[in-house]
């Protein structure tokens, strides 16, 4: 029996795959995507306003209606004090989002189909997607958004929600992206507060582990969290939110399907981020299908993260891994030194690598002497040659046999 035909099958609706989804069927391209899970996404999702307000108007999305906006977006570090960004930070609000992408997807034709994925396969020119109760999806790509791989450093944070305003750690009506001193403990991994207020009134507080390896234990995270908000007098007021975010998973690979969101490794490698790419990415990929076919939308996905970038965003992962608190609070406080657009660029998994590069090397530029010296020795130790030219050092010392 021959299997219905699509232009697009998507495998997958989460972030990534209900985005593109949406996008390929209103660009009138016949559209499928198997959804695991029907309701909208649990977790909580944000990402710069800018960024949203760029990708939202490709998905037909009212970037006010589908987000809340916060400013001012404050940094707290021990070694330089409270800095804010002028950046808005903006959280989603899942399930306008999510009932959106549905509307777009079904309103244009699109097909929701309810089920698991449990194989993809390329058969004379077109590709398959075969569903756990056996039916089998055909079309002339299927895009794989069934989300990232397992990886061996991860970011976690333990969140509570807690009754605002708490104007001591966020600022009203402002986010708090990374505050390294409310949490900061010697002889514990790194850790930085994050909070936001929510549509209720009530606000967000996570102890996160940016990034690490092995991970954190989210019990740990708990336990540093738990002894803030004593120390605030704060109460949860409401579930906890677990986050367990794998950076260094690389994109599937091999096989049919071509990867888009995390699967295709589009999570940033130090701040797990990929929401954003993910919405700016699906519009992308249904004008490439609409006027070029499989191969230009596979061009496009490609284009979304180019190599020698999550080459050097790896590497600065590395570089990140080993740092004990002082260091890292150190570097953050550097790095939002740094002109906006400059540290923007090393936040996007799709900036050019001249424009991740310089973000590393004026990084490296503005630590204090001591750190520097300490994130050379780190580069170095992880085999430096690369690591200490894009570090901005004249030229690396050469590498002594059996030493690593
Ligand atoms: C708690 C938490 C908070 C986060 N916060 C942020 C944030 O603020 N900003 C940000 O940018 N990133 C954030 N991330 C990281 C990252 O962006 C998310 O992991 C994001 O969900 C990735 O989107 P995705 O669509 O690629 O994959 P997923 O969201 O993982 O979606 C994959 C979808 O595929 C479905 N699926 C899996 N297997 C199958 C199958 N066999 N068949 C059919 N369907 C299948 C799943 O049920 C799921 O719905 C967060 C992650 C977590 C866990």
Known sequence: MPAPHHDVVVAGAGPAGLSAAAACAAAGLRTAVVAGSLSPWPATYCLWADELESAAPGLGLDPAAVAAAYSPTVVRTAAGGERRLTRRYARLRNDVVHAALLDRLQGSGGELVPGRVTGLRAEGGREVAVLADGRELAAGLVLDARGGGPGTAQQRAWGEVVAGPVEDLVPPGGALLMDWAALADPAAPPAFLYGLPLDDGTVLLEATSLAARPPVPLADLRARLTALLGAHGLRPAGGPERVAIPLDAPPRAGGAGTPVGAAAGLVHPATGYSVASSLRLGPRVAA????????????????????????????????????????TDAFFAAFFTLPER???????????????????????TALPPAQRAHLLRTAARLGGTRAAAVLGRPRAAPRRPGRE
């Open 288 to 327: 490439a299908l609409a006027d070029g076919g499989a191969p230009a939308a596979r061009g496009a996905v490609r284009a979304a993260r180019p190599r020698t970038t999550a080459g050097l965003l790896g590497l600065g992962l590395e570089v990140l891994l080993p740092l004990d608190t002082a260091a």
């Open 342 to 364: 400059t540290w923007a660029a090393y936040l996007d998994v799709g900036s050019s690598p001249a424009a991740v590069a310089a973000a590393m090397a004026r990084t490296f």
